[in-house]
Structure formats: C-alpha cells, structure tokens
Nanobody, 125 residues
Framework: QVQLVESGGGSVQAGGSLRLSCAAS????????IAWFRQAPGKGREGVAG???????RYVDSVKGRFTLSQDNGKNTLYLQINSLKAEDTAMYFC???????????????????WGQGTLVAVSS
C-alpha cells in the first residue's frame, strides 16, 4: 500500500524558512518520480518541484533560488527546503509519487499516481 506522509508545515513570518518532509512507503522509492505541489486558498494545485529516478530536479520559475529538494534514500524521504518565504507561498503543500523508473520530471498533476494528505504552510507579512 503506497503511502506519502507530509510534515514540517507551520506558520512563519515572511523571510523565514521551513523544511517539509515527504515520507514514502509501499513502493520502490529509489526508482520513482516524486514531486511537491501546492494549492493556495481559492486556487488550483500547481507543481513546484520534483525529482526523477536519476536525481534530476526541476523547479517552477517562481521558486527557483528559494526552494531546494534533497532526499534521504535510506529513509525513503524527500525534503523541500523553503527559504525566504513570501506571503504568496501560503498554501497546502502536497507530495506526489509516480512509482517505477521515471526519466525526466513533470510538474503536471496527471503525471502522478499517488498523493499525500498535505501539510499547511502559512506565511504572515
């Protein structure tokens, strides 16, 4: 049974930092595409960062230079370091996975088979 469990969200002031975690189980973590999405209040879900089986990463333009992916394959966990938080980063952040060898990162919602429940990031200015 595939599970994705996000954690690390919280309320922070603008300019602060957070590290989100996505703990994965039920599939071969090392051979998968995994990505972070976010959904702000009243808006659609958007992909912000992802990683493929070969470790290639991709970021949406609005977060480049502020968001960084890292992973601990021994813990089957993907991290999203978020620095210089802005009010517009306020959203529910979701982890998504596409098991199986995956070359090239897509930030499209339909690319991913499994989703976590999300962790809330609230940024105050």
């Amino acid at each position: 049974q595939v599970q994705l469990v996000e954690s690390g969200g919280g309320s922070v002031q603008a300019g602060g930092s957070l590290r989100l975690s996505c703990a994965a189980s039920g599939f071969a973590y090392s051979t998968a595409c995994i990505a972070w999405f976010r959904q702000a209040p009243g808006k659609g879900r958007e992909g912000v960062a992802g990683i493929d089986t070969d470790g290639r990463t991709r970021y949406v333009d609005s977060v480049k230079g502020r968001f960084t992916l890292s992973q601990d394959n021994g813990k089957n966990t993907l991290y999203l370091q978020i620095n210089s938080l802005k009010a517009e980063d306020t959203a529910m952040y979701f982890c998504a996975a596409r098991p199986g060898y995956c070359r090239g990162v897509s930030l499209g919602i339909g690319w991913y088979n499994y989703w976590g429940q999300g962790t809330l990031v609230a940024v105050s200015s």
